[in-house]
């Protein structure tokens, strides 16, 4: 099978395409190589792609998802079975900041590979959402069947109407999507602007960190092979055609959560960083920062009804195998 992957020099998306070469699929990835972060760890992703041992299945093509005419011309060249959206303008403080990087890339970007998807009958169209569209919901666990027309930051707003163009296209046009809405991901190469990423370089660094909230705000953190599983899985389970109780509109259509289904505190999360690096952090107790909510946790009787799979990487073995590569790629640390 012939495979889109957006995103792909992206944390997930490396992660992935990994994944999917390990399993024989012929992928082509697709990413801007934005300087939203270091893109030296973006490239040296794209390395290590090209260095795997099954590289012939993989083709790399830099592009921007906005690009309307490109992103046509992709779809029609390729002719993919599945499409993986990982692509998009990530983070949600800086969405505050440069809201029209959100709209040009998640928003602009996932209207262009709808329309790829609609054009050249794609089987199924897998997208990132996120936790982010549960905003300050107050019932938990959050489950996928919960009201999320509250979101306090315009990424979440972004990931949300995602969601929405996706029921449309589904409704309209028979194109199976499974919406994955991810809770907090961390890992080996994973984003610079994550707290666990700074925390971990400035501990080991004897710097200061910041800890809103007195560290008492809680996350679903869920490690990186986790989410990867789970997406694999999902690859094979198409959607079929449903409505919900509220609406006749029935669409190929469906949302999972992908969480630990275990809240973890900032503190025990500290904890997990002070012991993989074998440091005491120094700390800056801080308010709680705009857009932030005091918790999130993840329902996943779906995913484990539906594939058989729940994420239960421990916070304490995820960060170690994080640190050891940290140390490893920083560092030059054995």
Known sequence: MKVLVTGAAGFIGFHLIKSLLDYNYNVVGIDNINDYYDVSLKNERLKVLREHPKKNLFKFIKLDLADRKVISALFTDNNFDIVIHLGAQAGV????ENPNAYIDSNVVGFVNILEGCRQTKVKHLLYASSSSVYG???KQPFSTSDCVDYPISLYAATKKSNEL???TYSHLYDIPTTGLRFFTVYGPYGRPDMAYFSFTKKILAGDE???FNNGKMQRDFTYIDDIIEGIVRLIGKVPTHQSSSTSNATAPYKIYNIGNN????LRRFINAIEVACDTKAKENLLPMQPGDVPITYADVDELINDIDFKPETSIEDGIYMFVRWYRKYYLDEQ
């Open 93 to 96: 403080r800086y969405s505050i």
């Open 136 to 138: 300050m919901n107050t």
């Open 165 to 167: 163009m996706a029921h």
């Open 209 to 211: 960190i910041d800890v």
């Open 262 to 265: 275990q809240p973890v505190t």
